[in-house]
């Protein structure tokens, strides 16, 4: 495995990729890597013959009172984890090469950045979406690997590609999660010990939620209102969201129906955690869906929840 720092070397390695008729698999990510990272890259080992993955902390994505100097970072324990993994070349650019002096072009995706993190990170997504196109550009992937723990990073990094036609297939994975359901972060790292053993509510939380919509219940403040209780109780705690918002447009819905996403960011300490499940209302069957819009049906008969 080989780390790359320039672009031009990364450009002639794909080159040669290309010439041989290799198809190429891409994982981004800020590094500090954990198994959440390796899910991503082990199926794009499985998927494609050459296998990138970039380490960048992207400063285009933080906010000025953000954790950019904080996060944590380990070039040479992400080495091992990468090889151990899968992973032929690490790109770990510099902010230098990327954003060099004159540096005035951006992406900009609109509507799905509005609310969730879009709302409470005003940049954030013009940040990621910006370095994500250019590291397009730089590796030109196939496929790109992207994880579900960022959910509305991941639909719209899908909402780019389509509308810029980026040909490329973007492929999203499923939250790896601790033995006690906490997501896996990189920022993980710098909770206390206090704030570890809080962390694992917000899934708590989440799975709450869906057992309540599991037993009928349509109204999304009163799971909101509940969440936040349990969450403010909880010592070390300062709610930033908690959403529920259909799984398409990321909007708030007024009623839970069909599939919505329940998207959560509370912070412990100085440590900002994000989590998110999709619960499923699975539609009536024949009958109900034959009946069209007549009265309303119980939803403990016509439906059933499923969290993805
Ligand atoms: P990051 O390094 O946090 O920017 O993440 C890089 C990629 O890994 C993103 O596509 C994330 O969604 C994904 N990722 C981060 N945490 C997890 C997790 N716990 N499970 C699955 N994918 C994850």
């Given amino acids: 495995m080989e780390i790359i720092r320039e672009i031009s070397g990364i450009r002639k390695i794909i080159k040669t990729a290309r010439e041989n008729g290799q198809s190429v698999g891409f994982v981004p990510t800020m590094g500090f890597l954990h198994e959440g990272h390796l899910s991503l890259l082990r199926r794009a080992r499985k998927e494609n013959d050459l296998v990138v993955l970039s380490i960048f902390v ?41 954003y060099p002096h004159g540096y005035a072009t951006y992406v900009d995706v609109q509507r799905l950045t509005e609310g969730l993190c879009g709302a409470s990170r005003p940049g954030h997504f013009r940040g990621v979406t910006t370095v994500v196109t250019k590291l397009f550009n730089i590796v030109t ?44 972060s990189s920022r993980n790292a710098n909770l206390t010990t206090a704030e570890r053993s809080s962390a694992p509510v917000l899934f708590q939380c989440l799975k ?23 969450i403010e109780n909880e010592p070390l ?72």
Wanted: aromatic share 4%.
């Fill in 58 to 98: 992207n400063p285009l994505q933080f906010g000025v009172n953000e954790d950019f100097g904080e996060y944590p970072r380990d070039l040479e324990r992400d080495a091992a984890l990468s090889e151990e993994n899968g992973c032929d070349i690490i790109f770990s650019p510099m902010a230098k090469e990327m």
């Fill in 141 to 184: 992937p196939d496929r790109a690997y992207f994880g579900q723990k960022d959910a509305q990073q991941a639909m719209v990094i899908k909402r780019m590609t389509e509308d810029l036609n980026m040909d490329l297939e973007i492929i999203v994975l499923r939250t790896v999660r601790e033995t006690d359901g906490l997501a896996m």
């Fill in 208 to 230: 709450q939620a869906e057992e309540q919509i599991s037993s009928g219940e349509r109204n999304p403040s009163t799971i909101i209102d509940r969440i936040t209780k349990t």
């Fill in 237 to 308: 705690t300062k709610i930033d969201y908690v959403s529920i918002v259909d799984s398409t447009e990321l909007k708030e819905v007024t009623i839970i129906k069909d599939r919505v996403l329940i998207a959560l960011a509370v912070r412990f300490g100085k440590t900002r955690l994000i989590d998110n499940i999709i619960v499923e209302v699975e539609k009536c069957s024949v009958s109900c869906a034959n009946q069209k819009s007549t009265a309303p049906q119980s939803p403990m008969q016509t439906s059933t929840t499923k969290a993805v």
